[in-house]
Nanobody, 115 residues
Framework: QVQLVESGGGLVQPGGSLRLSCAAS????????MSWYRQAPGKERDMVAH???????NYANSVQGRSTISRDNAKNTLYLQMNSLKPEDTAVYYC?????????WGQGTQVTVSS
């Protein structure tokens, strides 16, 4: 079965950086587009970044220029490098696989940006 396990979150000061990872299993990782979403308290879950199976990426305006999504198909792992972090980046970050009408989610990893 599909498993997505996020890691790499934590507490970071404004202006700092974090790299999130998502270990994927249970499907042919290299064949699927993947995404990162985030959900702040009291807000909807929004897409942050998306990468196709061929490595093409796009980003939400809120993180454009500060974040890089990447994938290592040999390791079945998705990454999100986030730089110049702001307090408004505080959220739980989720790895997402969409297959047809079905969304698969990991458990999420908390990112807190605070001084």
């Amino acid at each position: 079965q599909v498993q997505l396990v996020e890691s790499g979150g934590g507490l970071v000061q404004p202006g700092g950086s974090l790299r999130l990872s998502c270990a994927a299993s249970g499907f042919t990782f290299s064949s699927y587009a993947m995404s990162w979403y985030r959900q702040a308290p009291g807000k909807e879950r929004d897409m942050v970044a998306h990468i196709t199976s061929g490595g093409y990426s796009n980003y939400a305006n809120s993180v454009q220029g500060r974040s890089t999504i990447s994938r290592d198909n040999a390791k079945n792992t998705l990454y999100l490098q986030m730089n110049s972090l702001k307090p408004e980046d505080t959220a739980v970050y989720y790895c997402n696989l969409r297959v047809g009408w079905t969304d698969y989610w990991g458990q999420g990893t908390q990112v807190t940006v605070s001084s």
